[in-house]
């Protein structure tokens, strides 16, 4: 069964970092090409970081240089740090595929709240 479970997220105070994880079922893991979405109150889902199968990243001009993605294919684990932390990055953060678009069954998510 496909499954997505995210954690890792909580409270910090702006200028903060934190690490998010994204623990996946399936054999998918390996071949997709995966990303970071959030969501944050009354706006639209948008992704903020992905990783192909090769490991080449992209991410949005919004937070290149403070998030960076990244993947341990043996645990089939997906990974964000979150460093320099701004207000604006308050969200639910969720895993996903990204083909060009999510393909998978979404996760609970993991709520980030930036605030001082």
């Known amino acids: 069964q496909l499954q997505l479970v995210q954690s890792g997220g909580g409270l910090v105070q702006p200028g903060g970092s934190l690490r998010l994880s994204c623990a996946a079922s399936?054999?998918?893991?390996?071949?997709?090409?995966m990303g970071w979405y959030r969501q944050a109150p009354g706006k639209q889902r948008e992704l903020v970081a992905r990783i192909t199968s090769g490991g080449s990243t992209n991410y949005p001009d919004s937070v290149k240089g403070r998030l960076t993605i990244s993947k341990d294919n043996a645990k089939r684990t997906l990974y964000l740090q979150m460093n320099s932390l701004k207000p604006e990055d308050t969200a639910v953060y969720y895993c996903?595929?990204?083909?060009?678009?999510?393909?998978?069954?979404w996760g609970q998510g993991t709520q980030v709240t930036v605030s001082s």
């Open positions: 996903n595929s990204d083909r060009p678009y999510p393909t998978l069954p």
């Open positions: 399936g054999t998918f893991f390996n071949i997709y090409t």
